[in-house]
């Protein structure tokens, strides 16, 4: 389907607000499943305890652990590392609104301990690595129907002297950390500051996303009323001169057309 230079530009307009957008998403949805998967690892580790599990596994469960741990830091600094760049994307001429993702940062930094310590572990985790240093395993007796059976909870800890030394832990939050930081509690906390930020970055790039969405499936009709069909993966091509075989820019957007609907499940 010939397309005019106005027409490919608008295109390439909206492909690239709604690859930002999805980007904004898909990585905070990353972070998400992370942190569903380090309470599994804990769940697990409590089940290696409390059937008495072979050294083996309970190694395995818990190096399981610290890679979830681990891959939750790093997931969380690639989101708040790049949030900016992608909002900044979607809404190139507003740097208002995109202050306003950077202010957000700013004020769950200042205002929350768990947020600054979490940013501050991304240093340490990549070089040292172990991010649990103690489980705490506890047991109590509970009655159901007249029999005595015993409940079983583990928290995991990551202690403050592991830190200190010759590591890039930043002194500043080093200060303030207790002696033992509650895993748990850590993540849950950092899941509501993140959220927070996720959402002022969401609420600028819905209208845009929308109207870059609406751009893309309006040209996939416009195709489909041409030629009967939508086709499995549209491209858009801008080819120099009358040469078809020569092709100076080009990008799919049958993609983000299916994945719109989709995207909004990461918010």
Known sequence: MHLDEPQFKELKRARKRLSSEYAIKHKYHLVRSNYILIKQALDELLACYREQASVEVMNNAKNKLNASVNNFILSARTYTAQLKRHVQACVPHDREQVNQVTQRMELE?????????????????????????????????????????????????????YLGGPTDFRASVLKETPAKVNLRALLD???????????????????????SHGTVREFIN????????????????????????????QFPISMYAENHATVYEYC
Do not use: P, W
């Not at 906390?189 to 929308?210: Q, W």
């Open 222 to 249: 416009v195709f489909i009323g041409e030629h009967g069909q939508a086709g499995n993966n549209l491209f858009v091509v801008h080819t120099i001169g009358d040469a078809a075989d020569k092709t100076y820019d």
């Open 109 to 161: 930094y200042q205002q929350t301990f768990t947020y600054r310590f979490v940013d501050s572990l991304y240093e340490y985790v990549s070089y040292y690595g172990l991010s649990v240093h103690t489980v705490q395993i506890d047991s109590c007796v509970v009655d159901e129907s007249c029999e005595h059976k015993r409940a079983y909870s583990l928290q995991a800890f990551i202690e403050r002297d």
């Open 189 to 211: 906390e950092f899941m509501e500051c993140l959220a927070r930020i996720h959402k002022v970055a969401c609420d600028i790039t819905e209208d845009v996303s929308k109207q």
